[in-house]
Structures are given as structure tokens and as C-alpha cells.
């Protein structure tokens, strides 16, 4: 007899959390569960379909999924196919790294217009999650608002800026390619509530923004001066300052150089959203898109001693993807000392039927045949059906 862990949600800190309690335990029996048929949470749904380099980490957790005692469990989805408690019981450990995935809201009058998207809605959609198959019409979509100050708005400006050439070898959904190829934009403008010595984008991030064929990023010089919090550690601090000399040479670019232009907005914090325009301390800008990148929130789970939160379900969307690889393997240590004191319970096995490894190796085979012919990493399938179809094909 072994002691079986259950991990629910097969994102980066689910298998970083699973790796952990390997290295230390590789008799352990482990059940991966996803909602999806397909694992890798946001690595799949979330980093951006041009930034492949990223994605590359799947690699990793494929390595996890081929152990023999690792068994992947997808399109079942806690809390509606299995509860909480079932697990508990049937279990000796539940860790759940079940991300977040609700957009944050703004709380200003117009949030709830059509135009405005959250930015998880908007990214899923062209990352092709099953849920999220209709996005915006950007058919007459001349100005896009995108609120926020970290990487995700830099990721959607970036999406919407970059040319068809630029994202010819990317994995975004064919239909959502074609409609920002197709759509008649001409601004985005990135806007912060705070002054740009405070913006947590990462410096690479930013300096692409200065490297798009058909975009062009400006800046006001004014407050480029600012110094970052001297009370910040040393790490922030420097980064800071690059981003402050990256939008220097942003400040130095003229509006209009190129088809659309790209305008970083500081120290504007949004007060309404109306139909065609976003309201801001600073004067209204007009906004045929709004999309908000202000972060997200999670659904409850149950606390209790014998489950582990890891992930952005732990300590809310902050972090990349290796920040969690740290975190998890420390959840790892203090789940293997909470079952060292423990005998495995005894009992069957609960799992229904579900996708396993090789049902999304199936899908996966079946996305990168199909990219391949188009010379993209894969074309992703986007429909449930399709999915569970490809996934259950013998
Ligand atoms: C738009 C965007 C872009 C990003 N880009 C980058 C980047 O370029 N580089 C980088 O390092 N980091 C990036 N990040 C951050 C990175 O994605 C996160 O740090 C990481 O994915 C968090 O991992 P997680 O495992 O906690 O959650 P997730 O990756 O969200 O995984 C959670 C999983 O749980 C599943 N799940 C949820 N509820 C249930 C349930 N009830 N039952 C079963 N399964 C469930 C979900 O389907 C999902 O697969 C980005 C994030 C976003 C939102």
C-alpha cells in the first residue's frame, strides 16, 4: 500500500508540486485532474501564443505524466463531477492548484458595457480554451483601451499590434488571427493608474513593445524622471530603472510613425466607460475595445489540514511560472511530512472515467499535424466536443 495524493488543475504549480514530492517519494501514486481534457493550465490558455519560447516548459510535465504512478485525469472538474469531500476521503492528500481564473473587476460605471473585456476572457479566446470560443468584434475597432500595468496588458497590446507576419509562427487561434489582421486599428493606448516608476511589466516584455513592424510605442517624457521606491529590494529596483530608460527611448518615438501606435499612459486612473470612450482622471480617450488587465480572482475550496493549496490558488495572480516551481516543491515537503505520520487509507479507486495521458496525447498529436501543415507549433482543436472526440478516438 502507498499513500495516493490527488492534485486538482494541471497548471505549472499542480505539476511543480507533483515533481517535489517525487524526487522524495517515487512510490507515491498521483492523480493530476483537470476540468480541461487537455493539461498545463495557463501555459496553454494563458501565455501568449506568440511567446512559444514559454511554453516550452510543457516539456518538463510531459516527463511527470510518462512516470508510471502519475495518472493525468482531464475533463473532470471538482466540485461538479467529484466533491471536494469525496476526494478527502478517498485520498490521503489533496493539494489544489486550481489557479484564478475570474477577471478582477474595475468597479467604475460602463464595466458592463459589450466592448469591455477582461483580460482573461480575451486571451483564453485566443488561446483557444474550450470555454471562450467567441471573442470581441474587432471589425470596426480603430482605438483598443487596455488597463493595467503588468505583462498581461503588455501581451494583449502586443497581440493586437503585431502584424500577421509577426504571428505567422504562433499557435493564437486562426479565427482570432484573422480578426485583428482584418480590424482597422490605428491606437492602443496602455494605461496605469500609477506614475511608470511604479509599472511591474518585466524589461523584455517592454522593450518588444519598441521592436513591432507595423507599431509604434510613445510616451510622455514628463515623469520619466522619477525614481523608483528607494525601499524596493535591489532585483525591483533595477528593473525599474531599465523600464524608466526603455520608455525614455519610447518618449523620443513620434505618433503615427507607423500604421498604429502604441501610447503608454501614466498616473490616469479610469473613472467611467462609455461607448465609444474610456473616461480617465486625466480626460476621456476614445475606446472602440476596453480590455482590463487589473488581475483575477479564484473560487473557494475547502480548508482543511489534509489539503494543500499551491499556485496562484495559494497566494492570489501574482508570479511567473518558475516563481511557482519554489512554492510547490515547499508545499511537496510539508504534504510528504503530513503523510509520513499517516498509514494509507485503504479503499477503491473513485476516479470516473476521464481523459487520461494518452487520450491528450491524442489531441496533441492531432494540433500539431494540423499546425504543421500551416507552419505553426500546432492549430489548436477549441471546441469541447471536438476535443473530448480526438481525446477518446481509438
Ligand atoms: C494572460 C497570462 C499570461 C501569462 N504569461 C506568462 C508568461 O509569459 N510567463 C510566465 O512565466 N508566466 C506567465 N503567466 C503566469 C503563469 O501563467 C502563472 O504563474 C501560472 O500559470 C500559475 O499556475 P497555477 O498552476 O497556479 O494555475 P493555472 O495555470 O491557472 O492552472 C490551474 C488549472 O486548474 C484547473 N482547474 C481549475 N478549477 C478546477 C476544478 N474545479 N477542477 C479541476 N480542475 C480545475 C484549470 O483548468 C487549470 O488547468 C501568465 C498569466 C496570464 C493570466
Excluded at 141 to 165: H, M, Q, T, Y
Excluded at 323 to 340: D, G, I, M, P, Y
Aim: include cysteine.
Amino acid at each position: 500500500m502507498t499513500h495516493r495524493v490527488a492534485i486538482v488543475g494541471a497548471g505549472p504549480s499542480g505539476f511543480y508540486a507533483a515533481d517535489g514530492m517525487l524526487r522524495a517519494r517515487p512510490d507515491l501514486h498521483i492523480d493530476i485532474i483537470d476540468r480541461l481534457p487537455t493539461p498545463y493550465g495557463l501555459v496553454r490558455a494563458g501565455v501568449a501564443p506568440d511567446h512559444q519560447g514559454t511554453k516550452a516548459i510543457v516539456r518538463q510535465f510531459e516527463r511527470l505524466l510518462a512516470q508510471p504512478d502519475v495518472r493525468f485525469a482531464g475533463n473532470l472538474e471538482i466540485g461538479r463531477d467529484l466533491t471536494w469531500d469525496e476526494l478527502n476521503e478517498a485520498y490521503d492528500a489533496v493539494i489544489v492548484a486550481t489557479g484564478m481564473t475570474i477577471d478582477r473587476r474595475l468597479g467604475i460605471p460602463g464595466e458592463d458595457l459589450p466592448h469591455v473585456w477582461g483580460s482573461w476572457r480575451f486571451v483564453a479566446w485566443l488561446n483557444g480554451h474550450p470555454d471562450f470560443r467567441t471573442g470581441p468584434d474587432l471589425s470596426a475597432v480603430r482605438s483598443v483601451a487596455v488597463i493595467g500595468n503588468g505583462n498581461v496588458a503588455l501581451d494583449v497590446a502586443r497581440l493586437l499590434a503585431k502584424s500577421p507576419e509577426e504571428m505567422a509562427r504562433s499557435d493564437i487561434v486562426p479565427e482570432a488571427g484573422a480578426a485583428i489582421a482584418a480590424a482597422p486599428l490605428t491606437d492602443i493606448y496602455v494605461i496605469g493608474r500609477r506614475g511608470p516608476e511604479h509599472a511591474s511589466f518585466t524589461n523584455n516584455e517592454l522593450a518588444e513593445m519598441g521592436r513591432l513592424t507595423r507599431a509604434v510605442a510613445v510616451t510622455d517624457a514628463a515623469g520619466l524622471d522619477a525614481a523608483p521606491p528607494a525601499s524596493d529590494p535591489t532585483p525591483e529596483r533595477l528593473r525599474k530603472a531599465k523600464n524608466l530608460d526603455i520608455l525614455k527611448g519610447f518618449a523620443a518615438n513620434q505618433a503615427g510613425a507607423k500604421p498604429l501606435t502604441v501610447h503608454f499612459l501614466f498616473g490616469a486612473a479610469p473613472v467611467a466607460i462609455h461607448a465609444a470612450e474610456i473616461e480617465l482622471s486625466t480626460g476621456r480617450l476614445p475606446a472602440d475595445l476596453v480590455v482590463t488587465c487589473i488581475g483575477y480572482e479564484g473560487l473557494p475550496f475547502p480548508r482543511r489540514e489534509d489539503v494543500f493549496p499551491v499556485g496562484w490558488a495559494r497566494r492570489g495572480p501574482t508570479g511567473t511560472i518558475p516563481t511557482n516551481r519554489a512554492e510547490s516543491h515547499a508545499v511537496a515537503q510539508e504534504v510528504l511530512a503530513f503523510l509520513k505520520e499517516r498509514d494509507p487509507k485503504s479503499g477503491p479507486d473513485i476516479l470516473p472515467a476521464a481523459i487520461d495521458a494518452a487520450g491528450w496525447h491524442r489531441i496533441d498529436k492531432q494540433e500539431v499535424a494540423a499546425g504543421a501543415a500551416a507552419g505553426r507549433p500546432r492549430v489548436k482543436l477549441t471546441d469541447w466536443q471536438a476535443l473530448l472526440d480526438v481525446a477518446q478516438a481509438d
